[in-house]
């Protein structure tokens, strides 16, 4: 799995003026391509009496699929760039559509690229971009001795606690970024003399937003 991506958590809508020509970019995370199609044909109906409603998606943490469309303004002046913004921010599995009421005024080929980018930065900005990183879900089992030496190595290397069961023994599921499995597992051998068992439960991904562990399927 790949350690980290940056994505789309929450959708926003930006809106610009240039030259009275209303620029409006709704952005929203989707993970399929059957999904960025049905988003993209609802904004269309949406704003079903403008002048163009411009389109770029790309799916996949690899950027397996890229799709863009300019909608009937001049060829690789809306669709391209809006796209190109989306690669250069490193944003995966997220889909912009940038609409345009014409205000009278032609821009040129340079104003059009510069407006749809522009728009599309804008709907970035007013979206929740997240990084998802890549974690190993834990379950760690020890006596009541080494409980505090666990929470301690858990707190120098900020691993997050995800829940904590007292039995005859204690129960710990632990979150760890992939890269530290490995210096955690040697820390908690070391401080325990062995002791702590560790069993690896599955690889998710997980993001921190706004202090609040997130988990993803």
Request: hydrophobic share 40%; aromatic share 8%; glycine share 8%.
């Amino acid at each position: 799995m790949i350690e980290s991506f940056r994505t789309v958590y929450e959708g926003g809508v930006g809106e610009i003026i240039e030259k009275k020509s209303r620029f409006i970019a709704t952005v929203l995370p989707v993970k399929t391509e059957e999904a960025a199609l049905e988003f993209i044909e609802q904004t269309k109906k949406k704003y079903w009496n403008a002048t163009h409603n411009c389109s770029a998606y790309v799916i996949g943490m690899k950027d397996e699929i890229q799709r863009c469309s300019d909608d009937g303004e001049p060829s690789k002046t809306a669709g391209r760039p809006m796209l190109d913004i989306l690669l250069g921010e490193g944003i995966h599995d997220v889909a912009v559509v940038v609409t345009r009421y014409f205000g009278g005024t032609l821009l040129g080929t340079g104003g059009l690229v510069r407006a749809y980018q522009c728009a599309t930065k804008e709907g970035l900005k007013n979206s929740v971009i997240i990084e998802k990183l890549c974690g190993i879900k834990v379950q760690i089992n020890t006596d009541y001795n080494g409980i505090g030496k666990l929470q301690y190595v858990s707190s120098q290397m900020e691993i997050t606690i995800l829940n904590t069961e007292y039995t005859d023994i204690v129960i710990i599921t632990a979150l760890i970024p992939a890269q530290l499995l490995n210096e955690f597992h040697k820390k908690v051998i070391e401080l325990t003399s062995g002791k702590a068992q560790i069993e690896e439960l599955e690889t998710i991904y997980y993001s921190n937003v706004s202090g609040d562990i997130l988990i993803f399927d």
